[in-house]
Each structure stands twice: as structure tokens, then as C-alpha cells.
């Protein structure tokens, strides 16, 4: 059986994506059983191809943008045909950080599914639904998936953009569930199997940096404009400039322990030469990583 690990990545979260791959093999007992495949954005020209184009989101037409945090997402689709549908393949955002053996996910028993993942739990008005960022494939029961020709239908408006990242269109008789601690948002405990840092404004190699994707609007209620004006004013008298707010920017994670476990992952990485300064420097001076990253991962290694 082949058994290969992709991460979706693009330029915003390649650092993300190269530590991904290191934590995965790092905890395994097995790490020659498997390949890691980093998926980037520029390496899929049919996604560049749409950029400035309206696709299908929900109950919105929104234009297809390049510079988006997470422009990678379409690219969870394609594992099953990379891998001439054989074989199994598990595909994880770059966020994603495996701190038990990913071969215990590879190995499992699928009950017949052609996919497993975890359901992500309802939150304030968005019901539960299925979380692809976390996916274990069989790739023989998948010969349906066509990342390329699924991304197309969005601009056709075809197909919508939410419902496939949710797994909507895929029979419940292929989807199975494994346990959250396999797919764990922004929670580490010792039953944690793979910490994902899934809310965007508190990844902790982004803290302080201008916020880099996009922010979903709700529609505004007639009662709360007069309140939104106001709160307006008082920043304008307040002297705070655009970009200056607390929104604009990432924030600190609330756990400790997850920004230690990134960096202490960091500072392995450079102390085995598996990267170097250098390219923390060019993703600091990108914007793609916190200014201080160089710092924490000495403070960490010390």
C-alpha cells in the first residue's frame, strides 16, 4: 500500500507547510512508510488561471483571488488523482501539526469509506458540518474526484464553493468519521493526535502582522449601523488610522504551548539544517512570519 501525506500550502503559509511535513515524520515510528507532498498554489496554474473571476460561495458571487491565506484550498481535492487513484493519502492544511504517529491514521480500518474526517462542531449561527482540513482517503473509492474540473464548475456556478469543502456533495455512505483529537482546533492535550491552529487570527507564527485574508462580512442589521457609526467617531477623535485597530492584525494565541510547540519545531528544523536563517528571514521580511520568529526559536532552544 502507498501512503503519501499532502499539505496544501501557498506563499502566506509555506513555512507552515515545511514544519507540517517535519512534525509528521518527526513523530512517527515509521517515517520511511510514507511521503510528504507539499501542494503550492504556483505549482496549479488552473488556479491562477481564474484569479479576478466571480465564483459560487454560498449566497455570494466573490472574485477568485491570489493573495488570499488560503487561495490552497481547492488543492484538498486533488490527492486521488496525483495518486492515480491508488493507495490511500491523508491531506492536512498547513496548520496542522502531527504530534502522535500518522501512520496510526493511515492503517486504520475505513469500514468501506472512501473518506474520513471529523465534524466540526456548530458555532454561533453556522451549523455543524463535515471539516475537510483533516481528510483520510482511499483513493480507489474516489475515481470521482476532479479537483480541477470541480474548481471550474464554481465559476459556472455549478458547483458552490462551501458545500464542497464541507463534503456536501459526497454520498454519506463514503464519508466516515474518525475522532476529533485526529483533526484538534486549537486544542493540545495529551489525546491530542494532530493540533490544528485553525483560527486564523491567532496562528502563532503570524502574531502582530497585518491580517492577510479574507474577513467574512455579515450582512449589516438596521439597528446596528447607528451603533457601527459611532463606534467610527470615536476612533476617528481617538486618532486610530486604518490598519492600526486590534482587528487588523494577528493576535497572540490564548495557549502558550502551542506557540512554544511551533517554534520549538522551528529551532529543530534550523538546528538539523533542514532550513536555515535565511529563508525565516525572507518570510519575516514578507510579512509571511512574525518579526521575532528568529528570536523565539533561539529563546526556545536555549
Request: glycine share 4%; proline share 7%.
Amino acid at each position: 500500500m502507498q501512503y503519501k501525506l499532502f499539505i496544501q500550502s501557498n506563499d502566506e503559509q509555506y513555512l507552515g507547510a515545511l514544519v507540517a511535513g517535519y512534525a509528521a515524520k518527526r513523530n512517527s515510528r515509521q517515517p520511511d512508510a510514507f511521503d510528504v507532498v507539499i501542494m503550492h498554489y504556483d505549482d496549479y496554474p488552473w488556479l491562477e488561471a481564474r484569479v479576478g473571476q466571480p465564483f459560487l460561495r454560498g449566497l455570494e458571487r466573490r472574485p477568485w483571488a491570489h493573495d488570499d491565506l488560503q487561495s490552497f484550498t481547492p488543492l484538498r481535492f486533488t490527492p486521488p488523482k496525483a495518486m492515480n487513484y491508488q493507495g490511500r493519502a491523508i491531506v492536512i492544511d498547513p496548520d496542522c501539526f502531527a504530534v502522535a504517529d500518522i501512520m496510526e491514521l493511515f492503517t486504520r480500518d475505513m469500514q468501506g469509506a472512501g473518506v474520513m474526517c471529523r465534524m466540526r462542531p456548530p458555532l454561533k449561527e453556522m451549523p455543524a458540518y463535515r471539516a475537510s482540513s483533516v481528510m483520510l482517503l482511499d483513493n480507489a473509492k474516489l475515481t470521482h474526484w476532479d479537483a480541477e474540473k470541480t474548481f471550474n464548475e464554481m465559476f459556472e456556478f455549478k458547483t458552490d464553493y462551501l458545500k464542497w469543502i464541507k463534503l456536501e456533495y459526497e454520498a454519506d455512505s463514503n464519508v466516515g468519521l474518525f475522532e476529533p483529537e485526529w483533526n484538534d482546533f486549537d486544542k493540545l492535550t495529551p489525546a491530542t493526535k494532530i493540533l490544528h491552529t485553525t483560527y486564523r487570527r491567532t496562528q502563532p507564527w503570524k502574531t502582530g502582522l497585518p491580517i492577510d485574508f479574507t474577513v467574512r462580512v455579515k450582512p449589516e442589521k438596521p439597528k446596528s449601523l447607528a451603533r457601527n457609526f459611532l463606534k467610527s467617531l470615536k476612533r476617528s477623535i481617538a486618532g486610530d488610522r486604518p490598519g492600526r485597530t486590534k482587528n487588523g492584525f494577528y493576535q497572540p494565541h490564548p495557549d502558550p504551548n502551542q506557540e512554544r510547540l511551533f517554534f520549538g519545531l522551528v529551532a529543530e528544523m534550523l538546528a538539523k539544517g533542514l532550513i536555515d536563517e535565511k529563508l525565516i528571514e525572507r518570510e519575516m521580511a514578507s510579512n509571511h512570519v512574525r518579526h521575532d520568529a528568529l528570536d523565539l526559536c533561539r529563546k526556545v532552544a536555549a
